[in-house]
């Protein structure tokens, strides 16, 4: 596995790439978005972006020809505030790494959480799948979520309350075929540490346009 950090934000943010062993011409690419606590300025403690998530289980054999990228927010803003920057930023990832456009897809936790629904429905043709832990969107708009969705929150989170997850899933629940929600009972916020898991990272990448 080849692991860049980016520091410089020549393509908008300071970012860690994974790079698997034998990609191919047109790989696969997933996006996650970390939560509040791990953003910083200018490339400072970019390690951060490391810290939950996909980066805990990835390896050369379940990341197969998908790079992994993981952007940092700074601490100024958050996520939703920077939908058109992502936009942008994904854009010239995929065009630094041929990759493939019916396979894209975005992830997040917390903060992230929200990035990943907003960022799904301001550009609902962009992404193959979605995985939002422990966020919430705008439940008025859900009906521009058609890729296959799912989403995750623990049941005792007093930080974001289950309740943005379970108005989205109302939403989505019943028209679109492909969304799946996942509760987790006696589970606070730390939900992503049983939702970016194998069998996630596996559901994702399965999933084409």
């Known amino acids: 596995m080849n692991i860049v950090k980016h520091r410089e ?4 943010f300071p970012f860690i790439a994974f790079e698997p062993q034998g990609l191919s011409e047109k790989p696969a690419l997933l996006i996650q978005l970390h939560g509040a606590g791990e953003r910083a300025f200018g ?20 990341l197969k020809d998908c790079v992994l990228v993981l952007p940092q927010c700074p601490p100024t803003t958050f996520w939703v505030a920077k939908i058109e920057s992502l936009k942008e930023f994904i854009d010239k990832i995929i065009e630094q ?25 301001a550009y609902p043709n962009l992404f193959a799948a979605a995985a939002p832990c422990c966020g919430g969107g705008m439940a008025w708009n859900a009906g521009t979520l058609k890729m296959p969705i799912w989403a995750f929150h623990g049941l005792d989170d007093k930080t974001v309350s289950p309740y943005h997850t379970q108005e989205m899933a109302s939403k989505l629940e019943g028209k679109n075929p492909n969304f799946k929600c ?26 084409h346009k």
């Open 43 to 62: 490339g400072n403690d970019l390690e951060k972006v490391l810290v939950h998530g996909f980066p805990n289980i990835v390896t050369d054999e379940n």
């Open 97 to 121: 790494y041929n990759i493939d456009t019916d396979r894209v897809y975005i992830s997040g936790l917390s903060m992230g959480g929200y990035g990943t629904w907003y960022t799904a429905m």
């Open 182 to 207: 996942t509760l987790y009972e006696g589970v606070a916020h730390n939900s992503w540490t049983k939702a970016f898991s194998p069998e996630l990272l596996e559901w994702i990448l399965s999933q």
């Open 9 to 12: 934000n020549d393509l908008g």
